[in-house]
T-cell receptor, first 115, second 112 residues
Framework: DTAVSQTPKYLVTQMGNDKSIKCEQNLGHDTMYWYKQDSKKFLKIMFSYNNKELIINETVPNRFSPKSPDKAHLNLHINSLELGDSAVYFC??????????????FGPGTRLLVL | GDSVTQMEGPVTLSEEAFLTINCTYTATGYPSLFWYVQYPGEGLQLLLKATKADDKGSNKGFEATYRKETTSFHLEKGSVQVSDSAVYFCALHSGGYQKVTFGTGTKLQVIP
């Protein structure tokens, strides 16, 4: 019954590797997001998709590529991982992105450690 | 652009103490305002929200009032519990396809 789920929960990998994080929501929401939270808990939005269409693309290295096969899924692929990519990555969803009332529902996070 | 400023933490309180976490914002138009809470090892979850001036959001004993004149949305609780220990994020949304802007978070630690 998990509303927003992410896999894996933990990811430890070597510098230079390519990895993917998956996100699924079963809330029937139209909009999904990826956030990066650093060690100081600062939360930064990376991408937002509405109905499989990219609507927010913050200043993120192009090593990060989101993919939305359908509106219930938003995956994040990271190429050539660097030490600075170590963080917690949160997926979130909201019913739609066009209303100021929209609550975002967050997944449990994926803790990425690059060695 | 939009911005949210929160008081720096960590905030350490004894159980049953009064809590205030300050939040001020700058935004164009009339944003909606939110408080999210992040418990250790978990994702963020909505605590309360307010959509227009003078609205008061409340949940689980927490309250915050949307003050347009002071551009503030301070979080308060009359008597904190150990289980309230978490990181609290103030956020705003200006509507449309704008992103939600989060503050830097304030860590609250409540000791017995």
């Amino acid at each position: 019954d998990t509303a927003v789920s992410q896999t894996p929960k933990y990811l430890v990998t070597q510098m230079g590797n390519d990895k993917s994080i998956k996100c699924e929501q079963n809330l029937g929401h139209d909009t999904m997001y990826w956030y990066k939270q650093d060690s100081k808990k600062f939360l930064k939005i990376m991408f937002s998709y509405n109905n499989k269409e990219l609507i927010i693309n913050e200043t993120v290295p192009n090593r990060f590529s989101p993919k939305s096969p359908d509106k219930a899924h938003l995956n994040l692929h990271i190429n050539s991982l660097e030490l600075g990519d170590s963080a917690v990555y949160f997926c979130a969803s909201s019913l739609r992105s066009g209303g100021a009332l929209e609550t975002q529902y967050f997944g449990p996070g994926t803790r990425l450690l690059v060695l | 652009g939009d911005s949210v400023t929160q008081m720096e933490g960590p905030v350490t309180l004894s159980e049953e103490a009064f809590l205030t976490i300050n939040c001020t914002y700058t935004a164009t138009g009339y944003p909606s305002l939110f408080w999210y809470v992040q418990y250790p090892g978990e994702g963020l979850q909505l605590l309360l929200k307010a959509t227009k001036a003078d609205d008061k959001g409340s949940n689980k004993g927490f309250e915050a009032t949307y003050r347009k004149e002071t551009t503030s949305f301070h979080l308060e609780k009359g008597s904190v519990q150990v289980s309230d220990s978490a990181v609290y994020f103030c956020a705003l949304h200006s509507g449309g396809y704008q992103k939600v802007t989060f503050g830097t978070g304030t860590k609250l630690q409540v000791i017995p």
